[in-house]
């Protein structure tokens, strides 16, 4: 490829809404442009990189025997009615009609149109295990799209759906696919975890998200450097100390601390660890009758320590709390309190609620809490003496750094990350409400177990420039780069020897299958350079008048500090042979 023929249109400046690095640098380099809030088109110089990105996962699905399909964008909204999920998923899912008033769905995943094609199309056992996938143009309608291709509304996904005759073989099905997401984030040569994780919305109890590493990733990745154990924030699980609880050693008192509200105020005011506070935060589940009104209302008391963070994925599977739950009023906490929050706690209640201790609470002694009043709190308070054992005790917290790992093989740590992947095991979820079967063999329907995988295709390369970019530019990977190799000739335009030899070695790069780009605008060196080390094409070969007379070219990979001086007519071979290992 020749830069005159190509279009290479980058800036000097982002623009002022990018904020983070993917973002500013890949409208910098030209690759994206925007057309509205969270869509983009894809320039030329982008697509290059989406299109390889493709490549590598479409080789990896076929080698694991998924079968590609394309489904549709937009989707008649019967098939979500089946589901519940046209209704369900919320704002997020953009509904339209068209000119008959029929609704429809622009789709943002394609778990009903698969299903639906299964039901039709899968009969019999022998037709099972199957794997369709497809490579997609998606749509959620984000509140706040922001970061560019990191959080856009429209963009390109891969979606995979297995269905298999029973659990057993489900589970197969997801093990082949984690092995193939595996090969695929290898491929693509970025650092990144593979991590446990909840199934959210799309359901399933089997989840795994695939994370690439990255400082100013949006996601918490909990794992152990002494082990193989991982986990998203949500998932990890904080293991209950080592009992028994301690003795008490203190007297219950309650103590003034007028305008200390929260925690950290009162133990700074009291002088004493932040860990020894406990904080409350009120819940509140509504019963509803048939029409759907509240009929009735129960509020749920949760005590974590001071200086830990509710997890609301682990409080929403707390048995009660798991059907939904929402924060309480200020009017339902006054009448079951007699206060207003910031001094609530679980002694002297009004109303009778239900208490949920996490599991460090519950081995607590001697700790702080809020006296039900304003302007006080209780100290020395101990289970069993002062109030009763709580309700329930579980897992609510988010992990902290240093905590135990759930493997029993040493310490937490926590490191940021992009999620570019997920995988799930799905059951019944989506066979079941649309009675999706096979016939078994022995002759009877059997609902089709499932699995669905997914890549973001389009949020990829926003992960990769998050992980590798410096003050030039972006640092692609050989496997996604826009480009392999650029050669740079100076003069190029004055020089025939110069030309020549840049026409011949692009020449011979691009028959033995190596992605090149021969600079040939005639720009200024110090403009040419800054403009393939702001795109972040990773092999750089200068040809100047001068060095092709000494018989020689500068070689620079983009990570490099400096170039080295290679001989003219090796230089082919040592690209060919670098970039073969």
């Known amino acids: 490829m020749r830069a005159s023929q190509f279009l290479i249109s980058t800036l000097k400046e982002a623009p002022a809404d990018a904020e983070v690095a993917s973002h500013k640098l890949m409208t910098r380099a030209g690759m994206i442009k925007k057309l509205g809030a969270g869509i983009y088109t894809y320039m030329p110089m982008g697509l290059r990189v989406i299109r390889k990105v493709e490549a590598i996962v479409r080789e990896e699905m076929d080698r694991a025997g998924a079968v590609e399909c394309t489904m549709p964008v937009v989707q008649p909204a019967e098939l979500w009615q089946e589901t519940g999920r046209f209704a369900s998923m919320g704002p997020e899912l953009l509904r339209i009609q068209d000119r008959h008033e029929r609704d429809f769905v622009v789709q943002p995943t394609s778990e009903e149109v698969v299903t639906d094609i299964a039901r039709q199309e899968l009969r019999s056992y022998k037709q099972l ?102 986990a998203n924030m949500e998932k990890a699980e904080a293991l209950a100390p080592k009992g028994p609880r301690p003795a008490a050693t203190q007297a219950m008192r309650k103590v003034p601390t007028p305008g200390k509200s929260t925690c950290a105020d009162v133990a700074a005011l009291l002088g004493v660890p932040l860990a020894t506070t406990v904080k409350s935060l009120v819940l509140a589940t509504d019963k509803l009758d048939a029409q759907g009104a509240v009929a009735g209302t129960q509020l749920w008391l949760l005590l974590l320590r001071g200086d830990h963070d509710m ?163 972006i640092v692609w990977p050989d496997a996604i780069a826009p480009f392999t190799v650029v050669l740079c000739p100076i003069g190029m335009d004055r020089s025939a020897d110069v030309k020549a030899a840049a026409e011949k070695l692009h020449d011979e790069l691009a028959a033995a299958g190596i992605d090149v780009m021969l600079d040939d605008r005639g720009e200024r060196p110090g403009a040419m350079f800054a403009d393939w080390e702001l795109i972040g094409v990773p092999h750089r070969v200068v040809l100047s008048d001068r060095g092709l007379k000494e018989g020689q070219v500068e070689y620079q990979h983009r990570r490099d500090a400096a170039p080295t001086k290679l001989a003219a007519d090796s230089v082919a071979a040592f690209l060919k042979e670098r970039l073969a290992a």
């Not at 093989?409 to 096979?438: C, D, Q, W």
Request: overall charge negative.
């Open 129 to 230: 295990p199957k794997n369709l996938y497809q490579v997609q143009t998606k749509f959620r309608d984000e509140r706040r799209p922001r970061f560019g291709l990191m959080r856009g509304r429209e963009f390109i996904m891969k979606d995979a759906y297995s269905f298999d005759r029973d659990v057993a073989a489900a589970k197969r099905s997801y093990e082949g696919m984690a092995k193939a997401y595996r090969r695929i984030f290898d491929r693509f040569g970025l650092r990144y975890r593979a991590v446990a994780a909840d199934s959210g919305a799309i359901g399933g109890d089997l989840s795994e998200e695939f994370q690439v590493i990255a400082a100013t990733g949006e996601d918490a990745i909990v794992y152990c450097p002494d082990s193989d154990y991982a």
């Open 311 to 473: 997890n609301e994925i682990k409080v929403g599977k707390v048995p009660g709390l798991a059907a939904g739950f929402r924060f309480a009023t200020v009017p339902e906490i006054a009448s079951h309190f007699g206060t207003q929050p910031g001094y609530l706690g679980p002694i002297a209640l009004k109303e009778k609620v239900k208490i949920v201790a996490d599991r460090e609470v519950a081995l607590m002694a001697d700790w702080i809490c809020g006296a039900n009043e304003a302007d006080y709190h209780l100290t020395g308070v101990n289970w069993g003496r002062d109030l009763p054992e709580p309700d329930l005790v579980a897992d609510l917290r988010n992990v902290v750094e240093g905590d135990p790992s759930p493997d029993g093989k040493g310490r937490l740590a926590i490191e940021r990350g992009i999620e570019v992947g997920h995988i799930f095991y799905l059951g019944t979820k989506y066979s079941k409400p649309m009675n999706a079967t096979f016939l078994d063999e022995d002759g009877k329907p059997k609902l089709f177990e499932m699995g669905c995988y997914g890549i973001g295709i389009t949020r990829l390369p926003a992960a990769a420039i998050e992980q590798n970019h410096d003050e030039r530019g």
